[in-house]
């Protein structure tokens, strides 16, 4: 949520609720506003789970209170003993949100001195006042698929970037500075889309749909593997034959890397690169033994990088 939608929720919310408390002339109508600003939230699920936990906190809080100050009076000693008894509890059943709040509507009590219907139905109705337009405010919240989409095309040109630099690399010893510095930028922006992703599933109320968050992470998966390879690759000493055939893997897929490729018939060219690695010639050398071998662990992280995407589609297409 941006700064400014919140700034204004939390004004718009704030100032009704006192409002709203004046208007049912309840007695302390400002902590209806104070409510309202601690339940204003980043998502509409957070919100309503918090409002419902400060309601239900209130009415323990009450009970709590209620008890106490009947056999102790309305002290300090007895505030003290009611905080040490309600904050635990409170922790016990999650509602450790409420335990601020409700305990500013229990120093009421203290200043009126009773416990009285009167002072918990008034208590409760500031309690719910401030929840209620908090919420009603944070239902209204912008959709991230639109910013989801964009942050999608950045990662998917970030990791096609990639994959040709791997290609260059094999095909020429260049500096992999570059390569690491792409490397960094697609992280940065998959970090900041699984964020906006979290967000945009817990605005979700109704039919909640987890698509971008299996997204990003899959290729965060992707990703993982990318640096691996990044590693191999520099770690080639020879330029032999099949730098070139794997190299134009890289570029094949690079220009394929879509978010709809489904990746199946990439799988099944490299399933032909297999056989055409393990019928080639045996290394006559050391050093060709050694860059063979990561050529062929290169084939693959290839391998397992195209599953996870076949794997990401079948399980979107069930």
Not at 181 to 204: K, M
Request: charged share 20%; aromatic share 10%.
């Amino acid at each position: 949520m941006k700064l400014s939608e919140k700034t204004l929720k939390i004004v718009l919310s704030t100032s009704l609720s006192i409002l709203i408390a004046q208007f049912l002339q309840l007695e302390n109508p400002l902590a209806a506003g104070i409510i309202a600003i601690l339940s204003v939230l980043d998502t509409k699920k957070e919100s309503l789970m918090t409002a419902s936990a400060r309601i239900l906190s209130t009415i323990v809080a009450f009970i709590i209170a209620t008890i106490v100050f009947y056999f102790m009076g309305f002290t300090v000693l007895a505030f003290g003993v009611y905080l040490f008894i309600y904050v635990p509890v409170a922790y016990r059943f999650h509602l450790e949100d409420g335990i601020a709040p409700c305990s500013v509507l229990v120093t009421h009590f203290m200043i009126a001195e009773s416990t009285s219907m009167y002072w918990q139905v008034n208590g409760l109705l500031l309690m719910t006042i401030g929840a209620i337009m908090a919420v009603g405010f944070n239902l209204w919240m912008p959709s991230q698929k639109q910013v989801l989409d964009q942050k999608i095309e950045e990662i998917e040109e970030g990791m096609r970037t990639i994959l040709h630099y791997l290609s260059v690399q094999l095909l020429e010893k260049t500096e992999n500075e570059q390569l690491n510095n792409h490397i960094r930028q697609v992280h940065t922006l998959l970090i900041n889309a699984e964020e906006r992703a979290l967000t945009e599933y817990n605005n979700q109320l109704l039919n909640k749909d987890n698509y971008y968050i299996k997204y990003v992470r899959m290729r965060r998966n992707q990703l993982d593997i990318m640096k691996k390879m990044a590693r191999d690759v520099c770690n080639i000493q020879l330029r032999i034959d099949q730098n070139a055939r794997l190299a134009q893997v890289f570029e094949d897929i690079s220009l394929q890397f879509h978010e709809t490729n489904t990746g199946i018939e990439l799988l099944q060219n490299l399933a032909l690169l297999y056989k055409e690695f393990r019928q080639s010639p045996l290394p006559q050398t050391r050093d060709e033994f050694e860059s063979r071998a990561i050529l062929f662990q290169l084939l693959n992280d290839i391998d397992r990088f195209l599953q996870l995407k076949k794997e990401f589609y079948l399980e979107q297409n069930k």
